[in-house]
């Protein structure tokens, strides 16, 4: 169940992003986006997933 509102998610943030002129990577259980649209992009994010879910997530951020 929560693979599938996690997939749907992801999908659902990555076509916002793409709306907002962002572009964005899937890989694996992250989506890779610009550091200079990180700020938006976490934005969209949480507004996807608390929406969807219900609450806001606590969200892990790491550098290359």
């Known amino acids: 169940?929560?693979?599938i509102i996690g997939l749907i998610g992801k999908?659902?943030?990555m076509l916002k992003l793409f709306e907002q002129g962002i572009g964005c990577l899937s890989v694996h259980d992250c989506v890779m986006?610009?550091?200079s649209r990180e700020t938006e992009a976490t934005k969209i994010f949480s507004d996807v997933f608390?929406?969807?879910i219900g609450?806001?997530?606590r969200l892990h951020k790491s550098y290359p």
């Open 1 to 3: 169940f929560f693979l």
């Open 50 to 52: 608390e929406k969807d």
């Open 33 to 35: 986006v610009p550091q």
């Open 55 to 57: 609450i806001k997530p």
């Open 11 to 13: 999908m659902k943030t």
